[in-house]
């Protein structure tokens, strides 16, 4: 079945960094998109980033420029390099993957931003 394991979350500072991991498994990992999600307390979950099979990236705009998706697929590992974090990225990041009709996520991890 699938599995998504996050891992990396924690306590960082406003202009720190920050390299979450989720380790996927169930399924052919090269051949599907994988994406990175986000709820913050009181918010809908919203789409953080997603990279294609062949590498292709997309972003919200709120991250452009400061995040970074990526993948490792020997490892069937997708990552998030956050850097410049800012405190509304505070929020409970999910990695996710759309597969045969079904969203599938992990349990997330959370990240908090705050001096």
């Known amino acids: 079945q699938v599995q998504l394991v996050e891992s990396g979350g924690g306590l960082v500072q406003p202009g720190g960094s920050l390299r979450l991991s989720c380790a996927a498994s169930?399924?052919?990992?090269?051949?599907?998109?994988m994406s990175w999600y986000r709820q913050a307390p009181g918010k809908e979950r919203e789409l953080v980033a997603t990279i294609a099979t062949f590498g292709g990236m997309d972003y919200a705009d709120s991250v452009k420029d400061r995040f970074t998706i990526s993948r490792d697929n020997a490892k069937n590992t997708v990552y998030l390099q956050m850097n410049s974090p800012k405190p509304e990225d505070t929020a409970v990041y999910y990695c996710s993957v759309f597969r045969l009709g079904k969203r599938y996520w992990g349990q997330g991890t959370q990240v908090t931003v705050s001096s």
């Open positions: 169930g399924f052919t990992f090269s051949t599907y998109s």
